[in-house]
């Protein structure tokens, strides 16, 4: 069962070849038996898990089952859960326990599925190699000395591992796609409010975006047609239609122009990275498709913009954790001062404390117009590039990331670290979409294949991706992981 994906499932369920408390049970005992190898998760919920999958059930045998009900999967630590700890892998918030359900997870349960619990991540979802986390660095199933990327490392890993089918993630800079890649799954980063915000631990709100980890770009549709949609308690989530983006699954590729961004495959790419991306575009030649070479010029550009502007929104959201209301208070403050700088000293770890300083920083008077402002000029400029791009082609391919997943402990400095994002964070500066899919190995480690489309194209990116996945077996590969612990 660890091998089907939410579609083979979900048929499995309805024709009652299998029950959800069957396949809930399943899954708890492999993430009882395995997970201590790989920590994916940081609080997982059998008890509650089971009595969900009891109810789904029910609802079966009643005749109300949706096409979801009774499917296991993950969430993301960030993602607010009532009753249910969201440490967002902090410190801070170790003992916070919120009031209500992100509208994410509302919609999942309304949809019937089942939550086994609440996945590790880098802390407040600040990172690319899940190694920032309060409760310790995650393992990729396919190499235990290797990261399974951040922030959403968790989640990937325990899609990877057979843990559960999908899971839910955020990603900011590339926080899907990037683990989605190293873990050898399928990762959507959605348009910037296509999915609603609210109830998501903010890391930087111009740019943080939900969205589906599984295996398959039909199981992300599957599950995007649950999430998406307008909120009233996200203002910045759009009031546009959600069409059901299992239809347009088949569409054939003939006639599709494919870009291919001359600065994804500049300096630094990994020449078996850029082996496996040339030869999936060469799947997508043989689909039919046409593929021309197109330029970003202001690429360079985004990683130094996105850290001046995400530290900045971090900076402001981040002041909410006082030690006051919820969160991690120190011990006998001696004044109100104290309690401030103590209990944020104490909850907050070392990125997060740096990220801080750096959005404080460039907020400060004197300093704002000369990196804030100048940031989101360039953020502009950024956009526009893909908006240049899009006129000319349908949809952009390359590399997820430079390289495939390194070595824990590899990356000692932040900048280099910074670095592995190049790939992805100019995408949440535009609010355009995208989707990594397994793409083959280097190094034995996963390549995932980044396609980017323009705002509201995740139709299109599904359908996409979905073709390639009915031309290649990359995304049926199970690591050595989840076979033995099968
Ligand atoms: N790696 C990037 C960062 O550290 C992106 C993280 C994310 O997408 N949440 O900010």
Redesign the pocket.
Known sequence: MHDKTVTQLAAALKSGELSSRELTSHFLQRIEKADGSLNSFITVTAEQAMSQAAAADKARADGKAGKLTGIPLALKDIFCTQDVKTSCGSKMLDNFIAPYNATVVEKLRAAGTISLGKTNM?EF????SNENSHYGAVKNPWDLSAVPG??SGGSAAAVAAGFVPAAMG??????IRQPAAFCGITGLKPTYGRVSRYGIIA?ASSLDQAGPMARTAEDCALLLNVIAGHDVRDSTSVARGVPDYTETLNAPLSGLKIGLPKEYFGDGLDPEVEKAVREAVKVYESLGATVREVSLPHTHYAIPAYYVI?PAEASSNLSRYDGVRFGHRCDSPLDLQDLYTRSRAEGFGEEVKRRILIGTHTLSEGFFDAYYTKAQKVRRLIRQDFLDAFEDVDVLMGPASPTPAFDLGAKKDPVSMYL??IYTIAVNLAGIPGISVPAGFAGGRPVGLQILGTHFAEAQLLNVAHQFQQATDWHTQLPAFAEENA
């Open positions: 880098d979802a600040m990172g690319s951040g922030s955020t990603d900011t800079g590339g926080s890391y995400a592995q994002d």
